[in-house]
């Protein structure tokens, strides 16, 4: 038992460490790590390179396992989340995170209850908690965004009636309002800057903030390029209908405040159940998981929670 409990924690500090590195130094020690290869190949001959990269093999090699790693679909849906949370880190560096997340609460549990099972239970469930933080500040941004969004339409429409064009007018709403839609915009005037297209450039923005008025404000915008029209008066309507939908669904989300905070209810409190029936009494819980028909029981139980969370959700899911 305890050089089990030895390696589980030398295992969680390590990834603990690890984390910190990962979200401190990792890029600063990757720019040095260039700069010195760019001093080495500038001072050395061609024997010398070649002799380097033979050495760098499974270094390239790693290299390459994590890049395509990160094309596959899970770490896309990853990167996708963090563009619209605005948080600067790579897919892989938050797997990483989370793994350690897992590790530490399944430790954690471990050692509070004495039995390794709950060392691969507590796993999945840390390894979760990174991916609800993400989306909880996913939520925010693109709530708030949501919110600034009528009143930045507007400032567009007023610029472009003062004569302003459309790249100087949404200039004005990266000085005039707030982040998240400040930083947004100026995103959006930075990329046509560098060269590319203004429609690409609303696109992309587009796909970062994975919201449905900013969907219809672009998609219009797009086809007022394309065919002409008063863009003014476009975007007056849009914003004015926009403004109505974050009214109505700020209604929605106080009339189904407590059905959400039932589905946070009964998605938590069988576990702390558990968890004080087995500290109040271990043998029995022990004997009701060790049991054919008490397994039975709790993954039946488990079941019937999960689709009732499911239903809770779909019930206050309401669209607009």
Do not use: C
């Not at 982040?179 to 930075?190: C, M, Q, S, T, Y």
């Not at 004015?240 to 039932?262: D, F, P």
């Amino acid at each position: 038992m305890l050089p089990i409990m030895l390696i589980s924690v030398f295992i969680t500090v390590l990834s603990a460490v690890y984390g910190i590195y990962l979200i401190f130094f990792e890029h600063r020690h990757s720019v040095k790590e260039r700069l010195s290869q760019t001093r080495q190949a500038d001072v050395t001959d061609s024997n010398e390179e070649v002799e380097a990269e033979k050495g760098n093999k499974l270094s390239g090699l790693l290299n390459k396992f994590n890049k395509d790693t990160e094309k596959s679909k899970y770490f896309l849906n990853v990167q996708s989340k963090l563009l619209q949370a605005y948080i600067k880190m790579k897919p892989l560096e938050f797997v990483k995170i989370s793994l350690g997340a897992g590790l530490v609460t399944g430790t954690l549990l471990y050692l509070f209850s004495g039995n390794l099972l709950f060392l691969f239970i507590g796993f999945p469930l840390g390894y979760k908690v990174p991916d609800m933080i993400l989306e909880i500040v996913r939520k925010k941004r693109v709530r708030k965004l949501n919110s600034q969004l009528p009143q930045s339409l507007g400032l567009l429409a007023n610029g472009l009636r003062a004569g302003y064009s459309f790249s100087q007018a949404m200039a004005v709403i990266t000085k005039e309002m707030e982040a998240p839609i400040a930083d947004e915009f100026g995103k959006v005037l930075r990329e046509n800057a560098y060269g590319k297209p203004m429609e690409e450039a609303l696109l992309d923005f587009s796909k970062r903030t994975d919201d449905e008025d900013l969907d219809m404000f672009i998609t219009t915008l797009l086809i007022q390029m394309n065919v002409g029209g008063d863009l003014a008066e476009i975007l007056d309507t849009i914003s004015e209908t926009i403004r109505e939908r974050v009214k109505l669904r700020g209604e929605i989300r106080t009339l189904t405040a407590q059905n959400r905070m039932s589905a946070w209810v009964v998605g938590i409190m069988p576990f702390a159940i558990a968890l004080l029936i087995y500290k109040a009494s271990p043998d029995q819980a022990v004997a009701f998981i060790t049991n054919p028909i008490g397994m039975m029981m709790a993954i039946a139980a488990a079941v019937l929670m999960v689709i009732g969370v499911f239903a809770l959700i779909k019930i206050v899911n309401i669209k607009i």
